[in-house]
């Protein structure tokens, strides 16, 4: 099975997602990392040299070349803006949903995002928000500690597999 993870930049994928991997002893993938890797540059290089739409193209390709095993998929915070990428992610589908508030506290001291430098986390939350609620199979709070909302999902999961 598949879990990927949709959110907000600063939402707390990759942190959540490496916790939860480990849990349920799955491989861990974060989709920006994979296209660095592949793309022999960062991210905020690809947007620089090539834009936006051709970094799209690179995370949609990558979606198309995740192993066929049982992984956690931290995606990055755009993977919603091509409906394409719906179709591509067989398996459950996990919203983090994060208060404004505390992303735009967590992002202080993290890199600035590409996106960020051209619009604000307001705005980047209100152009994407019914996106994530559209793409999501389950919305799950990320508010608390990494692993308490580690805990909420597989709550979730265990209910999934009792259906």
Same mark, same amino acid.
């Given at each position: 099975?598949?879990?990927?993870?949709?959110?907000?930049?600063?939402?707390? @994928?990759?942190?959540?997602?490496? !916790?939860?991997?480990?849990?349920?002893? =799955?491989?861990? /993938?974060?989709?920006?990392?994979?296209?660095?890797?592949?793309?022999?540059?960062?991210?905020?290089?690809?947007?620089?040299?090539?834009?936006?739409?051709?970094?799209?193209?690179?995370?949609?390709?990558?979606? @198309?070349? !995740?192993?066929?095993?049982? !992984?956690? /998929?931290?995606?990055?915070?755009?993977?919603?803006? @091509?409906?394409?990428?719906?179709?591509?992610?067989?398996?459950?589908?996990? =919203?983090?949903?994060?208060?404004?508030?505390?992303?735009?506290?967590?992002?202080?001291?993290? =890199?600035?995002?590409?996106?960020? %430098? %051209? %619009?604000?986390?307001?705005?980047?939350?209100?152009?994407?928000?019914?996106? =994530?609620?559209?793409?999501?199979?389950?919305?799950?709070?990320?508010?608390?500690?990494?692993?308490?909302? /580690?805990? !909420?999902?597989?709550?979730?999961?265990?209910?999934?597999?009792? %259906?």
């Amino acid at each position: 099975m598949k879990i990927f993870l949709i959110g907000m930049p600063g939402s707390g @994928k990759s942190t959540v997602g490496r !916790l939860l991997a480990n849990k349920l002893n =799955y491989t861990f /993938v974060d989709l920006d990392g994979m296209i660095e890797r592949h793309a022999l540059m960062f991210i905020d290089e690809i947007f620089e040299k090539f834009g936006e739409v051709k970094f799209r193209e690179l995370e949609t390709e990558s979606l @198309k070349n !995740l192993p066929d095993c049982d !992984l956690v /998929v931290s995606c990055g915070g755009g993977i919603i803006t @091509k409906k394409e990428n719906k179709t591509l992610m067989k398996g459950i589908k996990v =919203y983090l949903d994060t208060d404004i508030e505390i992303i735009r506290k967590r992002l202080e001291t993290d =890199y600035i995002r590409p996106l960020l %430098k %051209k %619009k604000s986390l307001d705005q980047l939350y209100n152009e994407r928000y019914l996106k =994530y609620v559209d793409f999501a199979d389950v919305m799950i709070s990320n508010e608390k500690s990494p692993e308490e909302t /580690v805990d !909420l999902i597989m709550n979730h999961l265990s209910k999934e597999d009792k %259906k």
